[in-house]
């Protein structure tokens, strides 16, 4: 997959929505597999999956995508996803593209909001003589930790969900100049072209969608400029929103980290402030900033994870231990009890759980 410079950010701050999360999760249950336990193995948060607005991760995200392709056995597991892809997946991206005058529209559109959908990547869009190409690039940091297979997922997925919104927008005689990937040509290359009704040119230098002028910027059947604006509008609220939210909630940024990194042991405040890139001074003054401190952000990671844990019923309690970066069950067991009252067993075993 081609790369583009990272953004400001740092690579493990790349986040998606956990809708997207939510189709991946989706598509992977349709092969008889339990989603929910691979979720956990990625250290994900499963609560987050109730919130349609909440993010995860993009680090977490990609093993996710790298077990479900190892659990269901199917490397094309991105066209099973493309297919529980709805407009909402999108926030109101998706309801603004479906309002879009024409094709040219709906790309300038897609590229300039992407981030709503995930940041690990951008799509650009530009107009050369008489055709448009609409890329799709990533962020090389996180590409560079992705499994080969797993990078592939989400394109995969995007292409397709992109190939079918065009048809359906424009009608049954859309037709494309050509299709660049840069991906290698499948195994099951046959059942690739036909979902995609393409055959792709493989091995390509992009990824990148080459349409005819004529194509672009034929009106469709379901523009209206009022609709496209309001939505327009609510993407860059939450934009907005998000990115004030990045700024804000360090604690919530450790939290993601702790999901991954307990199963190494209890992690040193100096290593996750060097996670999040502040001195451990700084790290702590900003979280006494917020009414908090090292220990209490850790000890609501650990408690929020193991009622996750718990709930799924995947692990057993001695394993959820370890996944916690307890050195002994007995010392998970009077934390758990501190929180919650009783033990690991009797919580799980209780008809709230």
Request: with cysteine.
């Amino acid at each position: 997959m081609p790369s583009v410079e990272p953004s400001s950010l740092p690579a493990h701050r790349a986040t998606s929505l956990s809708t997207w999360v939510q189709a991946v999760k989706r598509a992977v249950e349709g092969k008889g597999v339990d989603a929910q336990a691979l979720m956990l193995e990625a250290g994900m948060d499963l609560s987050l999956l109730k919130d349609p607005l909440a993010r995860y991760p993009v680090h977490q995200t990609m093993v996710f995508w790298q077990r479900a392709i190892e659990a269901t056995g199917e490397p094309l597991l991105g066209l099973d996803v493309a297919r529980q892809i709805t407009p909402m997946t999108f926030h109101a991206l998706g309801y603004a593209g479906l309002a879009s005058q024409n094709l040219a529209d709906l790309f300038t559109r897609l590229s300039r909001y992407f981030r709503v959908v995930s940041d690990a990547g951008e799509l650009s869009f530009e107009r050369v003589g008489r055709a448009g190409c609409l890329r799709v690039s990533g962020d090389a940091r996180v590409l560079a930790e992705a499994d080969a297979q797993a990078a592939w997922g989400p394109v995969d997925a995007f292409m397709s969900v992109i190939l079918r919104a065009c048809g359906a927008l424009y009608g049954p005689d859309f037709q494309l100049l050509e299709l660049r990937l840069q991906r290698p040509r499948p195994q099951d290359h046959q059942r690739y072209e036909r979902v995609l009704r393409v055959v792709p040119i493989y091995g390509s230098q992009d990824n990148a969608l080459w349409l005819d002028e004529s194509v672009l910027m034929r009106p469709l059947a379901y523009a209206n400029e009022e609709l496209a604006r309001i939505n327009e509008e609510a993407v860059g609220r939450y934009l907005s929103q998000w990115r004030q939210g990045q700024a804000d909630d360090l604690p919530l940024r450790m939290r993601e980290w702790f999901g991954a990194r307990l199963p190494q042991g209890e992690p040193r405040q100096e290593d996750a402030a060097a996670h999040l890139g502040l001195s451990t001074r700084s790290l702590q003054r900003r979280l006494a900033e917020q009414g908090t401190s090292y220990r209490d952000v850790l000890q609501q990671a650990r408690h929020a994870l193991a009622l996750a844990h718990l709930r799924a019923g995947v692990y057993s309690v001695s394993e959820i231990a370890y996944l916690l970066g307890f050195a002994e069950l007995s010392a998970f067991t009077r934390a758990f009890r501190r929180w919650t009252g009783v033990t690991p067993s009797a919580w799980r075993d209780s008809p709230d759980a």
